[in-house]
């Protein structure tokens, strides 16, 4: 199973919601695409923890699980 993350997705992930986790711990690829990864990179210019957020991300894209995707 893939699972494609939108932005709130994203954010409730590594918020730690049980339910997403659970839904990506299951798939085979967790997708994000390019809007989704601008919106997160928007919101992480205008918060307080812009590199920490960033680099979380970026990791989370190492991942050979997941992917960005057009």
């Known amino acids: 199973m893939k699972v494609l993350l939108d932005t709130n997705a994203y954010t409730a992930l590594f918020r730690g919601h049980d339910g997403i986790a659970a839904r990506v711990r299951r798939a085979e690829q967790v ?3 390019v809007v989704v990864a601008g919106e997160l990179l928007f919101g992480f210019r205008h ?3 812009y590199e ?3 680099e979380e991300l970026e990791e989370f894209l190492a991942s050979p699980y997941s992917h960005c995707c057009r």
């Open 31 to 33: 997708l994000v695409s």
């Open 52 to 54: 920490a957020n960033r």
């Open 47 to 49: 918060g307080s923890r």
